[in-house]
T-cell receptor
Framework: GNSVTQMEGPVTLSEEAFLTINCTYT??????LFWYVQYPGEGLQLLLK?????DKGSNKGFEATYRKETTSFHLEKGSVQVSDSAVYFC?????????????FGTGTRLLVSP | KAGVTQTPRYLIKTRGQQVTLSCSPI?????VSWYQQTPGQGLQFLFE???????NKGNFPGRFSGRQFSNSRSEMNVSTLELGDSALYLC??????????????FGPGTRLLVL
């Protein structure tokens, strides 16, 4: 089946620290990969995406590279801020199926202290 | 452009009642998907509607249903509510353009509490 595995949280960092949140996937077909972020009391916001192998998605200092050989899409940021505290979800969507269904990981909570 | 809107934002119901949630997609978007978010099960796909037709359905009982109107607005209905239906219900819309440009945009969600 199709699934996404994320590292367990919470991830606790000090401001300006380097962030990595691991994400690996299993897919029966060819997926697009996404990172969404959820701030307290809010819905999901798209952070970045990649649609083919070796693509790098980036936004607001966050980056993730689609690695087909390791079936991974790890999220990184060089210097986190307190405002980055949120829950981060890795997700996949199978391409060429005609369906919009996203398969999500369990989410990783990030806590950044001043 | 206005984002995805969902109404109501919060809802309290009792077991056995039914509930209807509403979602207005981004203008021009014709696909609407619904997801349920709970602490135990995480984010799970409910169904997707495109051009008033259900295109895909997740693994939920028949008590969960939905529909889409000609203006792309969508509603989901849950009948005979159970305690376990307490969740954040998220709606997402997309334009359904080229496959590699497709992105789903989420609304703020409706938080349903079943007592």
């Amino acid at each position: 089946g199709n699934s996404v595995t994320q590292m367990e949280g919470p991830v606790t960092l000090s401001e300006e620290a380097f962030l990595t949140i691991n994400c690996t996937y299993t897919a029966t077909g060819y997926p697009s990969l996404f990172w969404y972020v959820q701030y307290p009391g809010e819905g999901l916001q798209l952070l970045l995406k990649a649609t083919k192998a070796d693509d790098k998605g980036s936004n607001k200092g966050f980056e993730a590279t689609y690695r087909k050989e390791t079936t991974s899409f790890h999220l990184e940021k060089g210097s986190v801020q307190v405002s980055d505290s949120a829950v981060y979800f890795c997700a996949l969507r199978l391409m060429n199926t005609g369906f919009q269904k996203l398969v999500f990981g369990t989410g990783t909570r990030l806590l950044v202290s001043p | 452009k206005a984002g995805v809107t969902q109404t109501p934002r919060y809802l309290i119901k009792t077991r056995g009642q039914q509930v209807t949630l509403s979602c207005s997609p981004i203008s021009g978007h014709r696909s609407v998907s619904w997801y349920q978010q709970t602490p135990g099960q995480g984010l799970q796909f409910l169904f997707e509607y495109f051009s008033e037709t259900q295109r895909n359905k997740g693994n939920f009982p028949g008590r969960f249903s939905g529909r889409q109107f000609s203006n792309s607005r969508s509603e989901m209905n849950v009948s005979t509510l159970e305690l376990g239906d307490s969740a954040l219900y998220l709606c997402a819309s997309s334009a359904r353009l080229a496959e590699d440009q497709e992105t789903q945009y989420f609304g703020p969600g409706t938080r349903l509490l079943v007592l």
